[in-house]
């Protein structure tokens, strides 16, 4: 029995239209899926907290997107090592099956609404699925990298 650990790792670009908006997006850890046994071939899930936060609450309508990584598609994305890749995808659902993308080609944005504040923030769970491979695969990391970005319109009165 080979078991293959596997993480993700989200990093964080913000699009700020506002010069001195002072939001943003805060993740306390990578996403771990943990040990995949090959030879059995069962899902794994894993869950991430992502918070949008602004110095001065400030912020109304937002959006998040989130990049496909170092794959091709949204659908699947791919974690990859260095003699193969493991299929897997991020959703807004606990159901995982709507894909969290950049709103094009089957993906969509998750929307929310502020004031998100240092101390009361705006919290969404990203719901992560591995589902396979792509080929045979070898015991070592298989990892990826996802961009968030946080489009939003700045208040100026967060009351």
Known sequence: MRLLPLMVL????FYVPALFANCGLVVER???F????????????SVLFLKVTCAQGNVGHYKIALSRGKGRSYTPRRMRGEQGAIYY???LDPARSVVWGNGRRGTVLVEGNGPCTDLKPCRHVIYGKVTGSSNKLSAEHYVDTIRAVLFYDEISNPQ
């Open 10 to 13: 989200l990093s964080m670009l």
């Open 30 to 32: 990578a996403m771990n």
């Open 34 to 45: 943990g040990l995949y046994n090959v030879a059995q071939k069962n899902p794994l899930h």
């Open 89 to 91: 995808n991020l959703y």
